[in-house]
């Protein structure tokens, strides 16, 4: 018996040496193999025009992990030889009205321009008894030399340590991850489809110039992704935060050095200012719950959306929502609830309003078959006429802030039955309006829902006003059609007031606002009334007050009109 026991004993002594010989032999092999992965991603992209490379390449990690290190990478690219050369590629992707004949003159008339730094050391490793796949970033101070013709750049980034993703694969296990290792590297796509959990810190990082004036800084960026299976569906969540970004003048000076030669691809951009957003934040968490594969989405499987909490932030506006989606099969059920809220500044409408304007500066020269006629008509417009013309159009979207839109409602249905609609609360409130409708709505049944409106009659003016805003630029640009617009009449517009007056009286709020509610009922045959009137009797009103002013006489075309005379920029607004 002790001799058999002495037997096993080195019998499994031998095993496990010989084991620990394979695995060892796996490993270094495995090792060897993902080292050559990497040389050969970078001698591919040699190949392409890309002249990157590195110091040199570590392998570590054994026994339970695997590490490559690639240290100080380096690159160096001639910008303008690559976008020559893929210039066919680079137009084929453009949107069909995009200009794209200019882009192309834009590349051609590419000065030469040579792209060159340093990149933070990178370790990239697998865990081999857990699947988790992990990147770490070094601290340092990349540097990058941009020389575009005789102008030469030199810019540093100073990154704090700590920079890091990590990623769990769906299989586990120490054969697989073993195994996994030279293919993830090798097949990107692969890998991805079998993620499970994605979670990266990106530690905070200062961009200066040559002179140590500061171009960019951020604090600590964090993202995180799961997606879990769950019986036939998934689980899946992601949050991102990002406490603070912030550009400065520098930056821009830096973005405009490089939209400048490419202008006609970023002149939409030129408006945009990275200092005038100043310190921006974002916080954001999400969860879903659904099938499998999104394709499978239908009135049979339940799905869920959850957006726990959207914060943003900089100077020129603030937005917060939470959201929720949930729909439930058999019977079929759906509960809906939105807050969202936004407050903007004087500073975001100049912004946008010029955005708009070089939209509309973009429309004369992009080629569009479904505008033809109106490019026609405006190809003979400077851009300071077009201003002029099109300023009619822009409004102020601070003059509706705060804005807030807030819904709470749920439906079920049963099979061969109509839905049952319940709205606990559905407001969309800005800085003079407001609306807020509370109830329920069912087809064929009785039916409640009252609707609260504030500052109602003002809305109808300034809507009506904008509405003549657009009409009058339409008749300018294309007289033939813009002239079949409907013109409303101010009796329209009086006897659309008196309806409404005639239905619900306004009564003052204790800020003086405006209030007048109307409140919509139903029986159970679904005959509705509004305020107690009948239907037939909210149709005389509206025959009396509306109707008749509906369709007013025609008017004879406006002469075609001589281009416009610039004048400067205003900021229209709805109503003061």
């Known amino acids: 018996m002790k001799k058999f026991l002495l037997f096993v004993v080195g019998l499994l002594s031998i095993l496990a040496v010989l084991g620990a010989v394979l695995f060892s032999g796996a490993w270094f092999m495995q090792a060897r193999y993902a080292k050559q992965q990497v040389e050969d991603f970078f001698t591919m992209a040699k190949a392409q025009g890309y002249d990157i490379g590195y110091e040199s390449l570590e392998t570590a990690g054994f026994p339970i992990n695997l590490t490559i290190t690639i240290v100080k990478p380096h690159y160096k690219v001639r910008l303008d030889s690559l976008l020559k050369a893929n210039q066919e590629k680079i137009l084929s992707v453009l949107p069909p009205n995009y200009q794209r004949d200019a882009v192309a003159q834009d590349i051609q008339a590419l000065p030469e321009w040579t792209e060159e730094g340093t990149v933070a050391t990178l370790t990239y490793g697998i865990n081999f008894a857990s699947d988790k796949v992990f990147m770490l970033v070094d601290g340092g101070t990349p540097t990058q030399t941009s020389t575009i013709g005789t102008d030469v750049k030199n810019y540093t980034a100073e990154i704090a340590p700590g920079s890091n993703c990590g990623a769990e694969m769906v299989s586990t296990g120490m054969m697989h991850g073993l195994w996994s290792a030279g293919l993830i590297i090798q097949d990107w796509q692969t890998a991805l489809n079998n993620l499970r959990i994605v979670h990266c810190d990106f530690s905070a990082r200062t961009l200066k110039d040559s002179s140590g004036d500061v171009l960019a800084s951020n604090d600590k960026i964090s993202f995180s992704l799961s997606t879990l299976p769950d019986k036939d569906m998934r689980s899946t969540q992601l949050t991102f935060s990002m406490p603070r970004i912030s550009g400065t003048a520098a930056l821009d000076a830096y973005m405009n050095r490089y939209r400048a030669l490419m202008p006609h691809v970023t002149q939409l951009q030129n408006a945009f200012s990275y200092a005038m957003y100043g310190d921006t934040s974002v916080d954001f968490a999400m969860s879903m719950h659904h099938p499998t594969a999104l394709q499978q989405l239908g009135p049979q499987l339940p799905f869920n959306i959850t957006i726990e909490r959207f914060a943003f932030k900089n100077n020129l506006s603030t937005q917060t929502l939470d959201m929720l989606l949930d729909y439930q099969?058999?019977?079929?059920?759906?509960?809906?609830?939105?807050?969202?809220?936004?407050?903007?500044?004087?500073?975001?409408?100049?912004?946008?309003?010029?955005?708009?304007?070089?939209?509309?500066?973009?429309?004369?020269?992009?080629?569009?078959?479904?505008?033809?006629?109106?490019?026609?008509?405006?190809?003979?417009?400077?851009?300071?006429?077009?201003?002029?013309?099109?300023?009619?159009?822009?409004?102020?979207?601070?003059?509706?802030?705060?804005?807030?839109?807030?819904?709470?409602?749920?439906?079920?249905?049963?099979?061969?039955?109509?839905?049952?609609?319940?709205?606990?609360?559905?407001?969309?409130?800005?800085?003079?309006?407001?609306?807020?409708?509370?109830?329920?709505?069912?087809?064929?049944?009785?039916?409640?829902?009252?609707?609260?409106?504030?500052?109602?009659?003002?809305?109808?003016?300034?809507?009506?006003?904008?509405?003549?805003?657009?009409?009058?630029?339409?008749?300018?640009?294309?007289?033939?059609?813009?002239?079949?617009?409907?013109?409303?009449?101010?009796?329209?517009?009086?006897?659309?007031?008196?309806?409404?007056?005639?239905?619900?009286?306004?009564?003052?709020?204790?800020?003086?606002?405006?209030?007048?509610?109307?409140?919509?009922?139903?029986?159970?045959?679904?005959?509705?009334?509004?305020?107690?009137?009948?239907?037939?009797?909210?149709?005389?009103?509206?025959?009396?007050?509306?109707?008749?002013?509906?369709?007013?006489?025609?008017?004879?075309?406006?002469?075609?009109?001589?281009?416009?005379?610039a004048k400067p920029l205003v900021k229209a607004v709805p109503r003061k």
Do not use: W
């Open 329 to 565: 099969p058999q019977p079929a059920h759906v509960t809906a609830k939105l807050n969202l809220d936004a407050t903007v500044t004087p500073e975001y409408d100049t912004l946008f309003n010029q955005l708009m304007l070089q939209q509309f500066r973009q429309m004369k020269s992009a080629p569009n078959p479904q505008m033809a006629v109106f490019q026609q008509t405006i190809a003979s417009y400077t851009d300071e006429q077009l201003d002029a013309l099109f300023t009619p159009l822009l409004f102020s979207i601070h003059y509706l802030s705060p804005i807030g839109l807030h819904i709470d409602g749920n439906s079920m249905q049963e099979a061969g039955a109509p839905p049952n609609v319940i709205i606990n609360n559905a407001e969309i409130s800005l800085a003079p309006y407001g609306i807020k409708a509370v109830g329920n709505i069912q087809l064929a049944k009785p039916s409640h829902v009252t609707l609260t409106c504030r500052n109602l009659l003002a809305l109808l003016d300034d809507v009506f006003g904008y509405y003549a805003r657009v009409r009058s630029v339409g008749v300018q640009i294309l007289p033939d059609h813009g002239v079949n617009l409907p013109n409303p009449s101010a009796q329209l517009i009086a006897g659309m007031k008196q309806l409404l007056t005639t239905v619900a009286a306004p009564q003052k709020d204790p800020a003086g606002n405006d209030m007048m509610v109307y409140e919509y009922v139903s029986d159970a045959a679904g005959m509705p009334s509004i305020n107690s009137k009948p239907m037939n009797e909210l149709m005389a009103l509206y025959q009396q007050d509306v109707a008749a002013y509906l369709n007013p006489p025609a008017q004879p075309p406006a002469p075609a009109p001589q281009a416009a005379p």
